[in-house]
Nanobody, 125 residues
Framework: VQLVESGGGLVEAGDSLSLSCEAS??????????MGWYRQAPGKQRELVAT????????SYADSVKGRFTIARDNAKNTLYLHMNSLKPEDTAVYYC?????????????????WGQGTQVVVSS
């Protein structure tokens, strides 16, 4: 299983930026349950930014990003997005994609929790 993020970069405060995370697996059959975005700023612990639950339920957001960030997923493309508006310097962090993925194999199904490699977002003041 691979999660590949893209879209990070250097922007100014108030700008917008969108991140993408594409999931892929070598297995013939896999499906994705919950997905989410996390971030880790220098010297801080990784924190939850937004989640997209299994089955298309209502997303949830950290209070710090509510009203500014939108999480979306394209199940046909196995891709998760994070649309970030009104960016602030405190949004500077490495953003990680997370997904709970079920892989179907001949011996049964395997449930795993996977992370992307991270993409850097820097917001200058």
């Amino acid at each position: 299983v691979q999660l590949v993020e893209s879209g990070g970069g250097l922007v100014e405060a108030g700008d917008s930026l969108s991140l993408s995370c594409e999931a892929s697996a070598s297995a013939d059959t896999f499906w994705i349950n919950a997905m989410g975005w996390y971030r880790q700023a220098p010297g801080k612990q990784r924190e939850l930014v937004a989640t997209s639950p299994k089955g298309g339920g209502d997303p949830s957001y950290a209070d710090s990003v509510k009203g500014r960030f939108t999480i979306a997923r394209d199940n046909a493309k196995n891709t998760l997005y994070l649309h970030m508006n009104s960016l602030k310097p405190e949004d500077t962090a490495v953003y990680y994609c997370n997904a709970e993925i079920v892989i179907a194999q001949s011996i049964g199904t395997i449930l795993g929790d996977y992370w992307g490699q991270g993409t850097q977002v820097v917001v200058s003041s």
